[in-house]
């Protein structure tokens, strides 16, 4: 995946620290689902222990989630929330 990032996006990833190494690897790792019209990615607790199975650490990225639009490749938002989101299917 080939990705943009908005200008608000990369505003929220230097407010809150988060480096784009980071988003890219929770783009690639991370879980998906789909909401409000975009794709969300999103490092979670069985996120970090099937990576730790795999031999990568990616504790440091506990809740960080990654809003990408749906038609194209553009980041749009990050934050982190630790505490989950509910995904409703």
């Known amino acids: ?5 908005s200008n608000h996006a990369r505003s929220q990833m230097t407010r809150r620290r988060i480096r784009e190494g980071e988003v890219r690897t ?4 991370g879980r998906r689902w789909h909401a409000q019209g975009a794709r969300k990615f999103r490092v979670d607790r069985r996120t970090i222990r099937k990576a ?3 031999g990568d650490d990616l504790r440091r990225l506990d809740g960080i989630t990654v ?3 749906e038609t194209s490749d553009l980041v749009m938002t990050v934050y982190r929330n630790r505490k989950g989101e509910r ?3």
């Not at 929770?26 to 790792?29: I, L, P, T």
């Open 67 to 69: 809003v990408v639009s």
């Open 52 to 54: 730790a199975d795999e």
């Open 26 to 29: 929770v783009v690639s790792k």
């Open 87 to 89: 995904v409703w299917r």
């Open 1 to 5: 995946m080939d990705l943009r990032f």
